[in-house]
């Protein structure tokens, strides 16, 4: 049963610009998301989060937004930088500890 | 660099064989889970523990089971292994008052082969 769905599996994006990473949700007992990045050959390292009580959460050029009722979440990257280039993991948390990932979004950056 | 080592980084076993895995936490992380990461999928959770005690488990079947010791290392023991067990195994550490909210640190995965 898949709870969290990363629907687009790649994003290609020109340096300097957007990439815009989009999760969708089934489960309105999610009272938190994160977002997370795996290089090649290492574990997925925490980016960014955001609680189910906000619709936005900044941290440079990362930007998380939540839409509850629509059960939708993005991420924003500006600008775009070749060291991004990774697998990009959207993440929701219940009370009850246990993370549902999405299958991932790989995201190039090209020069 | 998270500070949450695993090992072996890769292993072969075939069917039917028994296979341990070990996760090495940062210090002071009273919480570890484990996770399966099948190919083109992301993680799923496996089983949780705090302090030594199992406190939360995904849907996998009772031959896949855990052990945490005080020294903040960890194993994920695997029985009867089949084919569908083939895949990456991450572990992840947090400080823990049962994890929640809490970021988890992922070491970089053992990648078990079953044939």
């Known amino acids: 049963d898949q709870q969290v769905k990363q629907n687009s599996p790649s994003l290609s994006v020109q340096e300097g610009r957007i990439s815009i990473l989009n999760c969708d949700y089934t489960?309105?007992?999610?009272?938190?998301f994160l977002w997370y990045k795996k290089y090649p050959a290492e574990g997925p390292t925490f980016l960014i989060s955001?609680?189910?009580?906000?619709d936005k959460n900044e941290d440079g050029r990362f930007t998380v937004f939540l839409n509850k009722s629509a059960k939708h979440l993005s991420l924003h990257i500006v600008p775009s930088q070749p060291g991004d280039s990774a697998v990009y993991f959207c993440?929701?948390?219940?009370?009850?500890?246990?993370?549902?990932f999405g299958a991932g979004t790989t995201v190039t950056v090209r020069a | 660099e998270t500070g949450v080592t695993q090992s072996p980084t890769h292993l072969i076993k075939t069917r039917g064989q028994q296979v341990t895995l070990r996760c090495s936490s940062q210090?002071?992380?009273?919480?570890v889970s484990w996770y399966q990461q099948a190919l083109g999928q992301g993680p799923q959770f496996i089983f949780q523990?705090?302090?030594?005690?199992?406190?939360g488990r995904g849907n996998f079947p009772p031959r896949f089971s855990g052990l945490q010791f005080p020294n903040y290392s960890s194993e994920l023991n695997v029985n009867a292994l089949e084919l569908d067990d083939s895949a990456l195994y991450l572990c992840?550490?947090?400080?823990?008052?049962?994890?929640?909210?809490?970021?988890?640190?992922f070491g970089p995965g053992t990648r078990l082969t079953v044939l």
């Open positions: 523990y705090y302090r030594e005690e199992e406190n």
């Open positions: 210090s002071g992380h009273n919480t």
């Open positions: 993440a929701a948390l219940r009370n009850d500890y246990k993370l549902s």
């Open positions: 955001i609680s189910s009580i906000k």
């Open positions: 992840a550490s947090s400080l823990g008052t049962s994890g929640i909210l809490d970021t988890q640190y």
């Open positions: 489960n309105s007992m999610f009272d938190y």
